[in-house]
């Protein structure tokens, strides 16, 4: 979900200063809200798991998109699965394109030993490479973002009007435990933003066990709501639209934040921004990392899967007052 968040900023820019093209963008339905807005672009939902499932199913794949007459295809993904639909669309005379994700440099980037710790080019940037391939220029010095939603009754009658409080958003989980800051400390963020009566919290995430964990961490406070599982994508991103600021970890609604346009705070653990996942147009001063003297090996993954004994703790390194100082006052470009 984060690496379609991050197309996101790019596409808008794409189709604004290049009008004469059209964009279709194949991926999974659920991110269908995410280019609601953008001109242009034509959503093509991939049906993994009937029409499009399988190696069969990418050939359908490819046939359906070639009654769509494209002229060029862009690879913004580099997986068996789009690395098959872009070689059949170059035997049918197509020009392809595809993102170089520099495997080499996340590699030396992350390994234990002769590591070389240096920042990679950014995802976002690598997405405008992709498309300068096709001969089509993006510049992305002053980005444009979609307008704040006008929240409906239905999101209203759950959080409220917005007033002039500070609406603060937290997800606070990701897809491996080594980015996923400790639950205690968590807490203690929380609590203490829920102190000042001004502060609003509305806390995401998806799934049963998740959304035990915020009623745990929202409970007893009039000012934090749990909005996972109470909303749509597309009522979320509106939600997500009002914010102030969202605590994100290296996950999925940092993105999400950063293609709205709101300030993103993130916090770190076994990976590290330098790898160029960093949320768009966000100044690095925002990112929160752990201790690099006491964890001299970090990162020691690119996606948070892979992690070195006795660095689990390395988060812990990450202090609640700086993460709620930052919250408070954010860095802006």
Do not use: C
């Not at 034509?42 to 046939?63: A, S, T």
């Not at 992350?110 to 990679?120: D, Y």
């Not at 080019?121 to 089509?136: A, G, P, Q, W």
């Not at 917005?162 to 400790?182: E, L, V």
């Amino acid at each position: 979900m984060g690496d379609v968040a991050m197309t996101v900023p790019v596409i808008r820019a794409l189709v604004l200063q290049n009008p004469n093209i059209k964009i279709t963008f194949v991926s999974r339905p659920f991110y269908k809200p995410f280019f609601d807005d953008i001109p242009n672009v034509n959503f093509f939902e991939i049906d993994l798991k009937k029409r499009h499932k399988g190696f069969l199913g990418l050939v359908k794949l490819y046939l359906d998109l070639k009654k769509l007459h494209i002229d060029a295809v862009a690879d913004l993904h580099d997986v068996i699965r789009s690395q098959i639909i872009r070689k059949l669309f170059a035997l049918g005379g197509k020009k392809i394109v595809f993102i170089d994700k520099d495997r080499k440099g996340k590699d030396e980037l992350t390994r234990l030993q002769n590591k070389i710790f240096k920042p990679l080019k950014s995802t976002v940037n690598r997405y405008i490479d992709t498309f300068e391939k096709l001969d089509l220029k993006v510049d992305m010095s002053y980005p444009q973002f979609p307008k704040k939603a006008i929240l409906s009754e239905t999101i209203t009658s759950i959080t409220g009007q917005k007033t002039d409080q500070n609406w603060i958003g937290i997800a606070p989980f990701a897809q491996y435990k080594s980015k996923i800051y400790p639950q205690d400390l968590m807490q203690k963020v929380i609590d203490e933003l829920a102190n000042k009566n001004h502060n609003k919290i509305f806390l995401f995430g998806a799934g049963a066990q998740e959304i035990n964990i915020l009623n745990q961490f929202s409970d007893g406070k009039k000012n934090v709501l749990v909005i996972a599982g109470k909303f749509g994508l597309k009522q979320e991103l509106e939600l997500i639209s009002n914010l102030n600021v969202m605590l994100s970890m290296d996950s999925a609604n940092g993105h999400i934040a950063a293609m709205m346009g709101i300030k993103v705070v993130t916090l770190w653990g076994s990976t590290h921004p330098y790898a160029g996942f960093l949320p768009f147009n966000q100044p690095s001063i925002n990112s929160l990392i752990p201790d690099i003297k006491q964890f001299p090996l970090l990162p020691t993954s690119i996606y948070g899967n892979k992690i070195f004994s006795g660095y689990e703790d390395a988060m812990r390194t990450i202090k609640v007052d700086n993460v709620i100082s930052k919250l408070q006052n954010p860095e802006t470009l």
